[in-house]
């Protein structure tokens, strides 16, 4: 099953699109959207990033963020098509 998203998600192919060596397409969005909902994929990533920050030496919980000058541009931020 895992598989199957991550192929989905790696080629970014339509949910039907999935090859047929995999499970049928319906019952991987189900899965997924399953996952999704009951926040599995937010304490994976929660859990890999810890695991990666700790195995670098850095605390296991970012303690900044960054904004590149693509993000915010002197006029302001961008929240839509047009510029604020």
């Not at 339509?14 to 397409?25: C, E, G, I, N, S």
Request: net charge positive; glycine share 8%.
């Amino acid at each position: 099953m895992l598989n199957a998203i991550f192929y989905m998600l790696r080629a970014g192919c339509a949910w039907r699109l999935l090859p047929h060596d995999f499970p049928k397409w319906r019952t991987v969005y189900g899965y997924f959207r399953q996952w999704q909902e009951d926040g599995t994929w937010k304490k994976l990533n929660h859990i890999l990033r810890k695991k990666i920050r700790l195995k670098a030496g850095r605390n296991a919980n970012p303690s900044a963020g960054c904004l590149d000058s693509l993000t915010v541009s002197e006029k302001g931020w961008r929240w839509t098509r047009k510029w604020l």
